[in-house]
């Protein structure tokens, strides 16, 4: 079983910057397709982020430039840094891991922008 706790969330000024990590165990973090989704208020979940065991990454159209995701196998931690946040980018941000028919998530991290 897979655990995935996420940290970094807060609250931060439009322009500004974040960045959340995701803590895993109880698995082989390396052989994990690792991804981050957000679900804003009243909205449906959506994909962020992903990136594979090779290090192989893609983006939400609405983050590409501002977003980065990374993972460190040696520490079992995913991370997205977020530049250049607009408000729209407030939202619940969830971590995911999945290998074959598998997924796990974590139980999310609140980040608001706001002036």
């Known amino acids: 079983q897979v655990q995935l706790v996420e940290s970094g969330g807060g609250l931060v000024q439009p322009g500004g910057s974040l960045k959340l990590a995701c803590a895993a165990s109880?698995?082989?973090?390396?052989?994990?397709?690792m991804a981050w989704y957000r679900q804003a208020p009243g909205k449906q979940r959506e994909l962020v982020a992903t990136i594979a065991t090779d290090g192989i990454t893609n983006y939400a159209d609405s983050v590409k430039g501002r977003f980065t995701i990374s993972r460190n196998n040696t520490e079992n931690t995913v991370y997205l840094l977020m530049n250049s946040l607009i408000p729209e980018d407030t939202a619940a941000y969830y971590c995911?891991?999945?290998?074959?028919?598998?997924?796990?998530w974590g139980q999310g991290a609140q980040v608001t922008v706001s002036s």
């Open positions: 995911n891991a999945r290998i074959y028919r598998s997924s796990y």
């Open positions: 109880g698995g082989t973090f390396s052989s994990y397709l």
